[in-house]
């Protein structure tokens, strides 16, 4: 009936907006050119919470809107069941500091994504902010560091073009209104509470340091991967973790893909691959696909063996009398 294809459009709306999110997280997080034209890179850790509010705040909007759509009794405790699945899951977040950690070190959000988009739930923004410094204090901060580090090339940024909604969401996530306006009361309560708990840290503390040190440029960056590994000499400690946290895949989707392509690598004719050549050819196919080199032809060189030569020359049974029966096939490999 057309109520039912009504019915089923809506879902397949609603629906959508979960694929935009799980397609944008399947990715392998390097920063390259897209097919559309665009600089980009897929499967980030900070976008995973982004996803979360994303949908959450979809949910809200189809549940405030159900009585305008095809059986709105139906519809509202489909979404409700919906938006309870990703409240439960999102509630786990707590688990480990990295989602947090993502989007604190993140120089586009900061600590003010989390004042606007948790501004009523100041508990919330003390656990993230405890668990990541608890993770800098413990694990990055007694570092010994050597300064000995060369300064890399910075990478060109380039605005991106929206490619789907949730595109769009994180784009518009990074105008973080608490780092460009002066700060509101909850900021101001906030920065005391950090001041009042940070009193016995020393001067000059990279993790302190950097939260104060921000500029107006820095909701522009999208690679924070290289930001940080600019800044690696200004803040070696923070760096490292920056690093280790915005390197870790969301999803492993990308992990997955790379067992199959191994997989049509070692085929049933090819069993004597060796281990060493496998991992090699994958290493080569991953620079290859992220961009850090352009052709492979200069990466194998002809290796003349003492010889070959000559033995090119002989006929089959020469050869094999020659090599002492060890030439067993003369068609080349």
């Not at 949908?55 to 405030?64: D, H, I, N």
């Not at 989007?103 to 990541?132: C, M, N």
């Not at 990478?155 to 518009?172: A, G």
């Amino acid at each position: 009936e057309e109520k039912d294809w009504a019915i089923i459009s809506l879902f397949n709306e609603v629906l959508q907006h979960f694929e935009h999110v799980l397609i944008t997280l399947e990715g392998d997080g390097q920063q390259r050119k897209r097919k559309e034209g665009y600089i980009g890179a897929y499967g980030c850790p900070w976008d995973t919470l982004l996803g979360y509010e994303y949908l959450l705040g979809k949910m809200e909007v189809y549940k405030a809107a159900a009585h305008r759509y095809p059986d709105p009794e139906h519809f509202k405790v489909n979404i409700n069941l919906c938006w309870k699945k990703l409240d439960k899951y999102y509630s786990r977040l707590d688990e480990t500091p990295v989602y947090y950690a993502a989007i604190a070190l993140h120089p586009a959000y900061r600590w003010g994504y989390f004042e606007d988009v948790w501004a009523d739930r100041l508990d919330w923004i003390q656990t993230a902010k405890s668990l990541v410094e608890e993770l800098y204090r413990s694990h990055y901060e007694p570092r010994i560091i050597s300064r000995d580090r060369e300064r890399g090339e910075p990478v060109t940024k380039k605005r991106r073009i929206y490619r789907n909604p949730f595109d769009e969401y994180r784009e518009e996530s990074r105008q973080a209104p608490t780092l460009l306006q002066p700060p509101s009361s909850m900021t101001t309560l906030l920065q005391a509470e950090d001041a009042a708990s940070s009193s016995t840290n020393a001067v000059g503390d990279e993790y302190s340091d950097w939260f104060r040190d921000v500029h107006k440029s820095d909701q522009n960056i999208l690679d924070p991967i290289s930001y940080w590994y600019e800044r690696r000499e200004e803040y070696p400690r923070l760096s490292q973790m920056a690093l280790d946290v915005l390197s870790v895949l969301p999803m492993s989707a990308d992990v997955e893909r790379l067992f199959s392509t191994c997989g049509r690598m070692v085929r049933d004719d090819r069993a004597r691959l060796d281990a060493s050549t496998i991992g090699m050819t994958q290493t080569v196919r991953s620079w290859h696909c992220g961009g850090y080199i352009k052709s492979t032809e200069k990466l194998l060189e002809d290796v003349k063996v003492p010889g070959t030569d000559l033995l090119a020359e002989m006929s089959f049974a020469e050869a094999r009398e020659a090599t002492g029966g060890r030439i067993t096939c003369t068609v080349p490999l």
